[in-house]
T-cell receptor, first 114, second 113 residues
């Protein structure tokens, strides 16, 4: 059974720091991996989608990488800002599910201090 | 904005009462999902749909039913609400562009007293 883990559960950094969030999954047979951001009391916002044939995706200050063989993805945030404070979740679609069902990690709660 | 809305946004109901939550999309996505989000459990899939009248169970489907009679609408029904179903419910959509990137609605906060 696919399991998705995000460590650490919470992280505080000073403004301006570059940081890396981690996502691990137990089965490398995946269609997609997607990173989301969730602000308190809000829905999830899609940040980046990496398809199984891709190694990384970039959007502005965000860069996500995927290493299926090791079951890992990282989300790199450059020059962090207080506005980046949120919970970041990753999710994968296992190919064994036979359909597009996502399995979510429990997230990393990020606080960027001004 | 992926063109997805949920109604109601907040609801308080009593134990034993039936409740229906609605998810509406304007983007013609094939897949629609219902999740619940609880502290300590993260996001858990309740039911999903891969087409009109095509639905399947997720990992926490007991006590819930769904229906999809049109591409745009996906309904989640709690037949007889219990306090354990107090949660935030999210609808999501995917599949229009072939990448299956998932987009989420704003959520419904349901309290069962």
């Amino acid at each position: 059974k696919q399991e998705v883990t995000q460590i650490p559960a919470a992280l505080s950094v000073p403004e301006g720091e570059n940081l890396v969030l981690n996502c691990s999954f137990t089965d490398s047979a995946i269609y997609n991996l997607q990173w989301f951001r969730q602000d308190p009391g809000k829905g999830l916002t899609s940040l980046l989608l990496i398809q199984s044939s891709q190694r990384e995706q970039t959007s502005g200050r965000l860069n996500a990488s995927l290493d299926k063989s090791s079951g890992r993805s990282t989300l790199y945030i450059a020059a962090s800002q207080p506005g980046d404070s949120a919970t970041y979740l990753c999710a994968v679609v296992p190919t064994t599910s036979g359909t597009y069902k996502y399995i979510f990690g429990t997230g990393t709660r990020l606080k960027v201090l001004a | 904005d992926a063109g997805i809305t949920q109604s109601p946004r907040h609801k308080v109901t009593e134990t034993g009462t039936p409740v229906t939550l609605r998810c509406h999309q304007t983007e013609n996505h094939r897949y629609m999902y219902w999740y619940r989000q609880d502290p300590g459990h993260g996001l858990r899939l309740i039911h999903y749909s891969y087409g009109v009248k095509d639905t399947d169970k997720g990992e926490v489907s007991d006590g819930y039913s769904v229906s999809r009679s049109k591409t745009e609408d996906f309904l989640l029904t709690l037949e007889s609400a219990t306090s354990s179903q107090t949660s935030v419910y999210f609808c999501a959509i995917s599949g229009r562009d072939g990448t299956y990137e998932q987009y989420f609605g704003p959520g419904t906060r349901l309290t069962v007293t």
